[in-house]
């Protein structure tokens, strides 16, 4: 049984709505999840006049739970991003999912989640550089001659480029035409040319087009498994480009073969930059752009979907966080406390269900205690 979910997501910085709309609202007419969203301005004030500094997306839609909804208003938000970096050529992020809470009509308990990102606005260095490996890589590109460093400098770029997305398709394709501006050097380091293309009736054979046979020979021979990984890079790559296949059924093949053809871009760099060790030099895996973030879920109880929050605003919980960075050899631990006040109509309660902090993977950390005060009856929530 579905229920039916309003999600709130922003993008910053964004373009400017028209100063005479006060939003935009689109309707998506489907007959098993009808859809509304509503494009409104995210305003600041500055020296006295009102600045339009980023988008602010309400999703309605239907799904069988808060998780899903959130799931799917990211990614259909995400498409109508698309549609405004089309109409205006101005390049936005992805949305960022600020709340979301149940709007089905006659409940009495709803969904209701909360999104904090980077909540404590400190950013902190990830990871250690390894100044003797980047002073090898580096020596070795300078000293490579110009032409095959020049393909080297482009893969570089494009390796970098796939660390930086967050879409595993673009990231899959970024590490794969990283390997094809290597793929001339890799063909004569093998010494090999193009696949022919053979005549059928007189047997004549020819090159018809360019191929990739020096990343075929690279990861067939040089990379453990690499003939079953090849294959699968080749399948996925024809059906990413040339969409063969159903997006939805390739996205669990795209998360999982990404981060081997970003390892097998990496060795193929430190190949042809003539690495002694390229096969046991030391790879880190991607470490994504991963803010920190806090997630609040609750229950809210009674109320009506157009009235939960207070003076006609959303739902909402106010954050303040009071932190103290302590260092040491093994790093910086911060340690503090986060508060949260309940922004509600009079007429609503709620009951907390789980507070979560998140950071990337090689963040590590734990809530210490907990304490949930009721409200005085007299003060605004």
């Not at 393909?151 to 398709?169: A, C």
């Not at 739902?315 to 949260?340: L, Q, R, V, W």
Request: charged share 30%.
């Amino acid at each position: 049984m579905t229920k039916d979910y309003k999600i709130l997501l922003s993008v910053r910085p964004a373009v400017g709505l028209d100063p005479k709309l006060k939003n935009i609202i689109l309707n998506f007419d489907e007959v098993k999840r009808p859809k509304k969203v509503i494009i409104s301005k995210i305003e600041e004030t500055i020296s006295g006049s009102r600045i339009q500094s980023g988008l602010l997306l309400r999703v309605f839609l239907s799904a069988e739970n808060l998780k899903e909804a959130v799931k799917e208003a990211k990614s259909f938000a995400d498409g109508i991003i698309s549609f405004i970096t089309l109409a205006t050529g101005v390049g936005l992020d992805i949305p960022s999912e600020n709340l979301a809470y149940e709007v089905t009509p006659n409940v009495s308990e709803r969904e209701f989640i909360q999104i904090y990102h980077d909540p404590f606005r400190i950013v902190v260095s990830r990871r250690i550089l390894n100044h003797e490996l980047l002073i090898q890589l580096m020596d070795h590109f300078m000293k490579t001659e110009p032409k095959t460093s020049e393909r080297i400098g482009r893969s570089i770029r494009w390796y970098r480029m796939g660390t930086m997305t967050l879409d595993v398709f673009d990231r899959f394709n970024c590490f794969w035409i990283g390997l094809e501006a290597l793929n001339p050097t890799l063909q004569n380091k093998f010494k090999v040319g193009d696949d022919k293309t053979k005549c059928p009736k007189c047997q004549h054979e020819w090159t018809s087009t360019p191929t990739v046979s020096g990343i075929r020979l690279f990861v067939q021979t040089k990379i453990p498994k690499g003939r079953e990984l090849y294959k699968r890079f080749r399948e996925l790559r024809i059906n990413l480009m040339h969409s063969k296949e159903d997006f939805g059924k390739l996205h669990a093949e795209a998360t999982e073969l990404s981060p081997e053809i970003g390892e097998v871009l990496y060795r193929a760099i430190c190949y042809l930059l003539g690495i002694e060790q390229w096969k046991t030099v030391t790879y880190k895996k991607i470490l994504e752009k991963v803010p920190m973030r806090i997630e609040l879920e609750a229950t809210l109880v009674d109320g009506e979907p157009e009235t939960l929050g207070s003076h006609g605003k959303d739902p909402y919980f106010e954050p303040s966080h009071e932190f103290t960075p302590k260092f040491s050899d093994a790093g910086i631990m911060f340690e503090g406390k986060t508060n949260f006040t309940a922004r509600l109509n009079s007429n609503v309660k709620w009951r907390p269900r789980e507070v979560r902090f998140y950071g990337d993977p090689e963040t590590k950390g734990s809530i210490t205690s907990t304490e949930v005060h009721k409200r005085n009856e007299n003060s605004d929530r």
